[in-house]
Each structure stands twice: as C-alpha cells, then as structure tokens.
C-alpha cells in the first residue's frame, strides 16, 4: 500500500511546497465572483451616482442660461442655446467615462457601487487591473445592450469578457 503525499505531483520537477518558497508562498488567491444581485447593485448605485452629477449639471447649466437675458426678460439663445446643449451631452458622455477609470483605476478596481457591495474588478490572476484595460472596460460600456448581456452571457458582462476582466467579491 502506497503512502499518500500531502502533495501534488511535482511539477517541472519541483515539489509544491518548493514553489511556495520560491514565489514566497503568494499562491494564487480562490476568487469568488460577484453575485448577479451584487452586478445589479453595482450598476443601479453607479448610475444614480452618475444620475446625480448630470442633475447638478443640468441646475448649474440652467443658471447660466440666466445671465443671457436680456433686459426684458427674454432669453437671447440662438447658437449659444446649440453651444449649451451640445456641452451637456459631451459633458454626460465624458462623466461617464471618467467617472468609471477615475474610480476603478484610483480605487483599485472599485467604483462607489462597488465600494457599497463589497465587490471590486481584478484581473483573472488576482492582480488590480492596469490602466489599459479598465480603459478597455469603460469603453466596452458603450456597446449598444451591453447591461443586458449580463441576462445572455452568463456571470460576466461584456465588458468584462472583452477587457479580460471579472469582478468578485472583496474579501480583504
């Protein structure tokens, strides 16, 4: 009868417990990925976030609007009313984009939504994404239905899938 080993079988030669002295016992952490439920959250507390600054936006804009009245009352918008609303699309479009790599390049994976659920973005090895691919992500954002693919493409979104990304649950 043959003895079992607590270890593996080696592998390129060496046995396990070697490997964790060479690499100083930083194994590989069991990731557990983000409940559907946590995704959800995330992306409800994410866009009332984002939601919130556009309403901001929209009360700062509409008092600007104000200092082009002239004299009787009237508003003198003509191209400068084309100018305001132009900049508070390019404005949305920008604050979502910002919004998603300042936060999850800043705060290490991590959005507001993300920081309320407990659950971050990392690499499949474990590691912080790099600056490349939560570009990557926030881009991938835009794709037209891109939310539901959560409801068609199992536990990852398409942004997560394409950047090379998943999002778990924090256990720090």
């Not at 417990?17 to 060479?22: G, K």
């Not at 800043?106 to 659920?117: E, P």
Request: hydrophobic share 45%; aromatic share 14%; net charge negative.
């Amino acid at each position: 009868m043959e003895r079992e080993s607590k270890y593996r079988e080696p592998m390129y030669g060496f046995d396990d417990h070697v490997l964790d002295e060479i690499f100083d016992g930083n194994k590989i952490p069991e990731l557990k990925r983000a409940t559907k439920s946590q995704r959800l959250a995330n992306y409800i507390l994410d866009q009332f976030i984002l939601g919130c600054f556009m309403l901001l936006t929209f009360i700062i804009m509409g008092l600007l609007i104000g200092f082009f009245e002239d004299v009787n009352g009237s508003v003198i918008l003509t191209t400068r009313q084309d100018m305001v609303i132009g900049s508070i699309f390019m404005l949305g479009l920008s604050s979502y984009f910002l919004y998603f790599i300042i936060c999850e390049y800043f705060l290490n994976g991590r959005t507001f939504g993300k920081l309320v659920t407990n659950t971050k973005v990392v690499m499949p090895n474990g590691n912080p994404p790099g600056f490349w691919p939560i570009i990557g992500r926030t881009i991938l954002r835009y794709l037209p239905f891109e939310p539901l693919s959560f409801l068609l493409a199992g536990d990852d979104g398409w942004h997560d899938k394409l950047s090379g990304t998943i999002v778990i649950q924090n256990v720090e």
